[in-house]
């Protein structure tokens, strides 16, 4: 069909937020490009996003320039599933193909960039702007006013003793021989994520053990049970069959937890292990502190 159709439209994002994801959705370095075009010479420029469901029942993909939109479904019919229906390898390919073809090999041009869009650098690993200790950053779009200014919250600069690999802070480096090292620094949660998963690439040493100041800095942080959560034990059922999972993440360094209930240590665990708790009815204060004392807790409720 060709022509032009009139539409009530409503517009969902501003032109510029609009414009920096169309050229995210146009970028060729990206997992769910098809491997059957790495080597084709000339892509048309075209935003796209591939999808494949679950169970493999269907791949698609869709696709759009200034000129076109087109959406491209494979699948069966008959709804059943197969392992070739992935949405990059199935349906980004015929996606291509129907582009070169409705654009002649020519060029479609491409979206202007709207006045409330500029450039500026970030760093590469958090995408924020970079802090002083950033060691590599790339160009690219924002929205000046809107997109975040926080700088980098990832890459720290962090004291080390050149003797023995501990970390200092300025309560323990005086007089000792320091070397200055940028690490990563993820929040709790994803550094033991990273570290369980051997992604980490360099893990922040332990503090200096010796050192008498108390440790600022982020404390490990209780994934279960949940803050807001309302425990009820159920009548005639051992509460050692009712027990509840205490988890918590820690910052990188961080070796050993401990819990505490009530004020009473009740268990010694690793970042990220379980350890179980059969509690009694009433109101808990349930905390978990690392070795350097930085703790975190909340309110249990039992009924
Ligand atoms: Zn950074
Ligand atoms: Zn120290």
Known sequence: MTGKVNIDTTRLFSEGASYIISEILSELQRPDFPSSWEFAPDIPKVAWKTGTSYGRKDAWSVGYNPDYTVGVWTGNFSGESSPDLVGAEASAPLLFEIFEAIGNGQSAGW??????VATR????????????DCPVTVTELYLPGVSPVAP??????????????????RFCSAGKKVIERVYEDWPPKLATYFAQSGKLAMAIPEHNPDCTGTYAGEGPVIVS???DAVYVLRAHIPSSDQEIALEASAAAGAHELFWFIDGELFKRAKPGEKVFYAPEAGIHKLTCSDEEGRSSSLTLRVE
């Open 152 to 169: 980098c919250t990832i890459h720290k600069m962090i004291l080390v003793d050149s003797t023995s690999g501990y970390r200092l802070c």
């Open 121 to 132: 650098s970030v760093c590469a690993l958090s995408g924020q702007p970079p802090n002083s």
């Open 111 to 116: 979206f202007s960039q709207p006045e409330d």
């Open 225 to 227: 049970p949940n803050d």
